[in-house]
């Protein structure tokens, strides 16, 4: 054998000495490398090193951020359990660069449930969804068919913690946090799901169309865990119709397809002002 053979003999000893090998078998197999070298090389012997004798057990594997979340969200029976399931989730990495977990807001098992993007800001300072700029101007939207948090609707967002520099979340992260959306939406059963915007309505809705294409439109929100689909609308995010005012034309539109569904499914609705 040869100085460089002896050198790799001697490393791979080492290796397997510190991964319990029995040292003896390993020392056998080096032993034999003279024979095993004048095997063909069409045909080259292996040598599969025995298991330790009284190895420890392994250790079981920490289960992964999305089978975690899907064991924490299905075990939450009631919203105020899901509420702390989704505090004690460490599964997203939003959560580390956070301030607040933001949940929800307004009146829990409402007939109404509203869903959002993610938290801005203002949302992570407070602890609660949509109390920032566009939060205001979603608030008189609503307002203004007759819907609110503090007497008929709940909201809550597709992520519970502010992307930092309020950039959109990664699918991994939506990822992370879909299996509380959607045990958000099987536990209220609501009669009519809003979602706003196109990140809220593809991840809720499994879809790609844009929110051009999905706004206005009766469309439903199948769940496996419910029998029968929920009635769903996607309306345009508040901020984006900040940036493009223009676009609330649409927006009235929207809302107004939304109060003659209200109507139609008997929602109970505060007196407009």
């Known amino acids: 054998m040869s100085s460089d053979s002896h ?63 899907r064991d924490a969200a299905a075990a939450a029976a ?43 800001r203002e949302e992570d300072e407070q602890g609660k969804p949509f109390v920032g700029r566009s939060g205001q101007l979603l608030d008189r939207m609503l307002g203004a068919i007759g819907l609110s948090r503090r007497a008929n609707l709940f909201i809550s967002n597709v992520v519970f913690w502010r992307p930092p520099g309020n950039r959109p979340a990664t699918q991994g992260e939506l990822a992370a946090c879909l299996p509380f959306v959607d045990r958000l939406i099987t536990l209220s059963q609501p009669k009519l799901l809003i979602l706003a915007g196109g990140v809220a309505a593809q991840t809720v809705l499994r879809r790609s169309d844009g929110v051009t294409k999905l706004r206005g439109r009766r469309l439903s929100a199948g769940l496996e865990e419910l029998t029968n689909p ?44």
């Open 230 to 273: 929920i009635n769903a609308i996607v309306i345009l995010h508040p901020a984006y119709l900040l940036r493009q005012p223009q676009q609330k034309r649409l927006a009235w539109a929207d809302l107004l397809a939304l109060e003659t569904w209200l109507e139609e499914l008997g929602i109970a609705r505060e007196q407009r002002l």
């Open 7 to 69: 050198a790799a003999a001697r490393a791979l000893l080492a290796w397997w000495g510190e991964a319990g090998v029995d040292l003896e078998d390993a020392r056998a197999v080096v032993r034999a490398a003279p024979q095993l070298a004048s095997v063909p090389a069409s045909r080259p012997a292996r040598t599969t090193p025995a298991p330790p004798a009284h190895a420890a057990p392994a250790k079981r594997a920490a289960p992964e951020p999305l089978d975690a979340a």
């Open 78 to 120: 009631t919203i105020p359990e899901l509420r702390a399931a989704v505090e004690a989730f460490n599964g997203c990495g939003l959560k580390a660069v956070a301030r607040s977990t933001v949940f929800g807001d307004g009146i829990e098992n409402s007939d109404v449930l509203l869903i959002g993007e993610g938290p801005g």
